[in-house]
């Protein structure tokens, strides 16, 4: 079996040979203005790692120095640096891998003896802290419980178009067997190659569509959990009125109120009409134009519902090669299985050129006329190539003493313009603190936004920070960023997270956002189904 990188994204086999890094670093550096001769990652052989404090019971439970590794980190830029360095300070004592409900229990059963907590993990490609076995109580053992062995599509309802799946599906394992049957859950984040069912359960990621059905909250059906006190499922339903949902409570809850095992989720036939075009809009002072902005409100208020929908600020459009930094850039796509989305398209195409955009290029594919292009290669593609290869290339970017890290909101239109500039201050401002690197000109670190999901009365803008590092300094830089644009966020009455999750990393901010008795609700509901605070504790809440 392939085993994963035990610092970074992706398998081992995938890592790059650091001859490749430094080829590539020779076109980064001068591309960014800055950055240093490529360092090499401390090996695995040469990581200190404390001893486990458990002694494992064998079966599916593992102390193998590996396993503990890569379950001691996520994949935001902080965890990745650190993997770099080969710092490990809080890793897992045990890794479990269940191949049903019962280990599932086992494992529960087991934690509780030992008075050890228990961190459900998925792919491991958390970026907000959420699998860190970073507690308040740091001398308290922990078992990382990884699902992926439980990884089946065990039913598929054809008549209703749902799929009872196990929660440990990666993405790729999930669409190939949903394939058999002619179905997609059609649900792909950036981490879709990694990232499992149940992980984009509890943490409400966001997935392929930039409107309509976006949250993996709307392609649930029910839910099924492993609690400390016994079994959580909702009851299989199109919608219900009845009270507040049990498997809402489940979406979202970061793994504090069970082990999500299985879950039944809405499907769909594989789209076989698709249209993709890229529009062109002056950047603007604020890399954002009134026009552009404009253009996207009014798509998402029309109703259209593309299935892509993303403005992409002309920075980053260069940064990605998705265009040459003269223009913003808005992807607009469409699909559907069995109907023809042209006139879908037509529709937003005259909105966008109402607004003085300028139709850059548009492709389209039919079941009986395939990948037909007017125009070439669009910036939609080049673009969409970037967007899948950046987490590999962060990797690279880290080697090379390169801050490169993302984080997104959301907010409502009649606060946007203030919300994104006021954001983006905030975020320049504080890497010039932490770098001295100069605001303007070659150097400059690059704050970057593009909007990923946009509703009728608001967007997710997502930002991107490429900045020098100190080298040995580099978390502490990052968390001062990231402390300025979160705070940023909240005051401008944004979200902490619109899809990352809040994990340890966001919880400062979480706590600002969320209502006081909220908050003591959820210890309530904990309390009731994990008295013993075993499960990922210190998310969310105390």
């Known amino acids: 079996m392939r085993r994963l990188k035990h610092w970074g994204w992706g398998y081992e086999d995938q890592q790059q040979p650091h001859e490749e890094v430094v080829a590539a670093s020779e076109g980064i550096i001068p591309m960014l203005g800055f950055g240093e001769a490529p360092e090499r990652p401390v090996g695995l052989d040469r990581v200190e790692l404390r001893k486990p404090r458990l002694d494992s019971p064998g079966g599916m439970f593992t102390d193998d120095r590996h396993q503990r590794t890569v379950h001691s980190l996520g994949k935001a830029y902080r965890d990745i640096v650190r993997g770099f360095y080969g710092e490990f300070d809080s890793p897992p004592d045990l890794v479990a891998f269940p191949e049903e409900e019962a280990g599932v229990e086992e494992v529960l059963s087991r934690a509780a003896d030992w008075g050890a907590a228990v961190i459900p993990f998925g792919g491991g490609t958390s970026v907000c802290g959420g699998v860190e076995p970073r507690l308040a109580d740091p001398e308290r053992p922990v078992v990382s419980l990884d699902m992926t062995r439980m990884n089946r599509l065990i039913e598929v309802d054809e008549f209703s178009l749902a799929a009872r799946i196990q929660a440990g599906a990666r993405g790729p394992e999930l669409e190939d067997q949903l394939k058999a049957h002619g179905l997609t859950l059609r649900h792909f984040p950036q981490s879709f190659e990694y990232a499992t069912l149940g992980g984009w359960i509890v943490t409400r990621a966001g997935g392929h569509f930039a409107t309509g059905e976006t949250h993996v909250d709307d392609l649930t059906e029910s839910v099924r959990a492993i609690t400390p006190a016994g079994e959580w499922e909702s009851r299989r339903l199109p919608g219900s009125g009845a009270g507040p949902s049990p498997d809402r409570m489940l ?73 040459d930094g003269s223009a913003t850039l808005l992807i607009i796509g469409f699909e559907s299985a069995g109907q023809p989305v042209g006139e879908r398209m037509d529709q937003a195409l005259a909105i966008a050129e109402g607004e003085g955009g300028r139709v850059a290029s548009r492709s389209s594919s039919t079941p009986g006329d395939r990948d037909r292009s007017d125009d070439g290669e669009a910036g939609a593609d080049r673009w969409r190539s970037a967007f899948l290869m950046a987490p590999y290339m962060r990797d690279t970017f880290v080697a090379c003493g390169v801050i490169a890290e993302t984080f997104e909101t959301a907010v409502t239109w009649d606060r946007f313009e203030g919300f994104h500039q006021s954001v983006i201050e905030s975020t320049r401002t504080a890497v010039a603190e932490v770098t001295g690197a100069p605001a303007e000109g070659e150097g400059a670190p690059r704050v970057s936004c593009r909007l990923t999901h946009v509703y009728p009365d608001g967007a997710a803008p997502y930002f991107t920070v490429l900045a020098p590092a100190r080298r040995g300094s580099e978390v502490a830089q990052w968390d001062e960023v990231k402390a300025a644009a979160s705070q940023a966020i909240i005051d401008g009455g944004g979200t902490i997270t619109h899809h990352h999750a809040v994990g340890r990393d966001h919880r400062p901010f979480y706590d600002q956002q969320r209502p006081d008795q909220f908050a003591a609700a959820l210890r309530a509901a904990k309390s009731a189904v994990d008295p013993e605070n075993m499960l990922n504790p210190g998310v969310l809440i105390d």
């Open 251 to 323: 979406l979202g809850s970061e793994g504090i109120l069970g082990v999500v095992t299985e879950a039944w989720m809405k499907v769909r036939p594989r789209p076989d009409y698709k249209a993709t075009a890229t529009v062109e809009f002056p950047p603007g002072d604020e890399a954002f134009s009134a026009a552009a902005r404009g253009a996207v409100r009014l798509i998402a208020q029309s109703r259209l519902m593309p299935s892509n929908l993303r403005l992409i600020d002309a920075l980053e459009a260069r940064t990605t090669m998705a265009g």
